[in-house]
C-alpha cells in the first residue's frame, strides 16, 4: 500500500530535549515535506526536500532540522524543543512535477512542556 | 502575497442535502489544486486533485471544478451523509512555490442524520 508513515504519532517532552519525527514514503516520491498545523493558523509549511541531499526552508523552519540522505526517509529533528512548538505535525510526499498528487502522514501531535 | 480562502468556515446541512464548499485564490498562476479531507486528529486524506489545465474532476459524490480566471474551486458534495463530517481543506501549488502547497484554513462540515 502506498503511504507516508510517521512516527510516532504522539509525543510528550520538556523543553530543551532533543528530538526527531520519523517520515518514510514507499512511493520513490522526489519531493518530500514537513508542515506544521495549528488552530487559526491553518497549515504551514517548514522545510521540504526536492531530492536526496537537497533541502530547503519552507515558511516557519525556526527552531527545526531536516535531513535527506535517503529518498524514502526525511526527518525533522528540533534541537531545543520550546512550548511554541507544540503543534500537529505533517510529512508529505509527491513525485516531481507540477501536476502531481501530495500524500501526506497521519500525523504527529507534538507537546512541549 | 499568494493566499487560499476557505469560506464558510463551518457548515451544517441535514442528511441528504447536495452541498458546496467554496475555494478562493489569489494568483492565477496555479499548477493544480488539490482537496483534502481531514478527521478530528487525523491525517489528510486526499480526494480530488485538478490540473491547471483541468475545468473538473470527479469521484463517486464529490465533483470538484477550477475557474483559474476567477480564482475559485468549489467541491461539491452530492447526497449528504453524516459519515462525510470533516474538515475540508482547500490546498493550491502556485507555480514557482517550488513545491509548497497553500493551504486554506478549511470548511468543517456537519451533516446532521
Known amino acids: 500500500e502506498a503511504q507516508v508513515t510517521q512516527n510516532p504519532r504522539y509525543l510528550i517532552t520538556v523543553t530543551g530535549k532533543k528530538l526527531t519525527v520519523t517520515c518514510s514514503q514507499n512511493m520513490n516520491h522526489e519531493y518530500m515535506s514537513w508542515y506544521r498545523q495549528d488552530p487559526g493558523l491553518g497549515l504551514r509549511q517548514i522545510y521540504y526536500?526536492?531530492?536526496?541531499?537537497?533541502?530547503d526552508k519552507g515558511d516557519v523552519p525556526e527552531g527545526y532540522k531536516v535531513s535527506r540522505k535517503e529518498k524514502r526517509n526525511f526527518p525533522l529533528i528540533l534541537e531545543s524543543p520550546s512550548p511554541n512548538q507544540t503543534s500537529l505535525y505533517f510529512c508529505a510526499s509527491r513525485k516531481q512535477g507540477s501536476n502531481t498528487e501530495a500524500f501526506f502522514g497521519q500525523g504527529t501531535r507534538l507537546t512541549v512542556v | 502575497k499568494q493566499e487560499v480562502t476557505q469560506i464558510p468556515a463551518a457548515l451544517s446541512v441535514p442528511e441528504g442535502e447536495n452541498l458546496v464548499l467554496n475555494c478562493s485564490f489569489t494568483?492565477?498562476?496555479?499548477?493544480?489544486l488539490q482537496w483534502f479531507r481531514q478527521d478530528p486528529g487525523k491525517g489528510l486524506t486526499s480526494l480530488l486533485l485538478i490540473q491547471s489545465s483541468q475545468r473538473e474532476q470527479t469521484s463517486g459524490r464529490l465533483n470538484a471544478s477550477l475557474d483559474k480566471s476567477s480564482g475559485r474551486s468549489t467541491l461539491y458534495i452530492a447526497a449528504s451523509q453524516p459519515g462525510d463530517s470533516a474538515t475540508y481543506l482547500c490546498?493550491?501549488?502556485?507555480?514557482?512555490?517550488?513545491?509548497?502547497?497553500?493551504f486554506g484554513k478549511g470548511t468543517k462540515l456537519s451533516v446532521k442524520p
Open positions: 526536500s526536492m531530492n536526496v541531499e537537497v533541502t
Open positions: 490546498a493550491v501549488l502556485y507555480g514557482g512555490s517550488q513545491g509548497n502547497l497553500i
Open positions: 494568483d492565477s498562476a496555479i499548477y493544480n
